[in-house]
T-cell receptor, first 114, second 111 residues
């Protein structure tokens, strides 16, 4: 596809439910990032993949958060037993290389936990 | 750790006014610096970048110069248009590829 695709666009979950957010990066991009964006703030780093290897997961806020990219393309961010503080926009971004390569963002998934 | 501090908004300007949005950073090593823009209803997209000291990034009439001595990367445009209304994010990236963002500055340009 032409850009990074995320689904669903909106997700409402009851507290305690599990959710799965999908990201389809730009074809050929080796690097994939997940960010969390609270209202009125900048994106906060969650985790980073290079191909299928998860190289950095230091930003995941708890062990309820899990991300995978098993074939080095599509990625899924899973949140178990959702809590109200998990409500945010979850952004996926991909890039072609290292530090000076810009990020290409998807439109995000807005998660609301009630 | 790395951090980015950018000018708080919102910023409201009249069309054709001069724009400056301040951005300063703290980083270990030599980061690359970026400005991203988010137009209403759209995702973040790259506006411009600079990868080393004294580099100037430019795009769509916007400019920013990587100033290592003042650890700054201020965004400027000489004459803003209504279509420039958006949220602007300053960011840095290290060799690891992980980017750190500022909190964003909302710009509204009135005709």
């Amino acid at each position: 596809g032409a850009g990074v695709s995320q689904s669903p666009r909106y997700k409402v979950a009851k507290r305690g439910q599990d959710v799965a957010l999908r990201c389809d990066p730009i074809s050929g991009h080796v690097s994939l990032f997940w960010y969390q964006q609270a209202l009125g703030q900048g994106p906060e780093f969650l985790t980073y993949f290079q191909n299928e290897a998860q190289l950095d997961k230091s930003g995941l806020p708890s062990d309820r958060f899990f991300a995978e990219r098993p074939e080095g393309s599509v990625s899924t961010l899973k949140i178990q037993r959702t809590q109200q503080e998990d409500s945010a926009v979850y952004l996926c971004a991909s890039s072609s290389g290292t530090g000076d390569s810009p990020l290409h963002f998807g439109n995000g998934t807005r998660l609301t936990v009630t | 750790g790395n951090s980015v501090t950018q000018m708080e908004g919102p910023v409201t300007l009249s069309e054709e006014a001069f724009l400056t949005i301040n951005c300063t950073y703290t980083a270990t090593g030599y980061p690359s610096l970026f400005w991203y823009v988010q137009y209403p209803g759209e995702g973040l997209q790259l506006l411009l970048k600079a990868t080393k000291a004294d580099d100037k990034g430019s795009n769509k009439g916007f400019e920013a110069t990587y100033r290592k001595e003042t650890t700054s990367f201020h965004l400027e445009k000489g004459s803003v248009q209504v279509s420039d209304s958006a949220v602007y994010f300053c960011a840095l990236s290290t060799n690891a590829g992980k980017s750190t963002f500022g909190d964003g500055t909302t710009l509204t340009v009135k005709p």
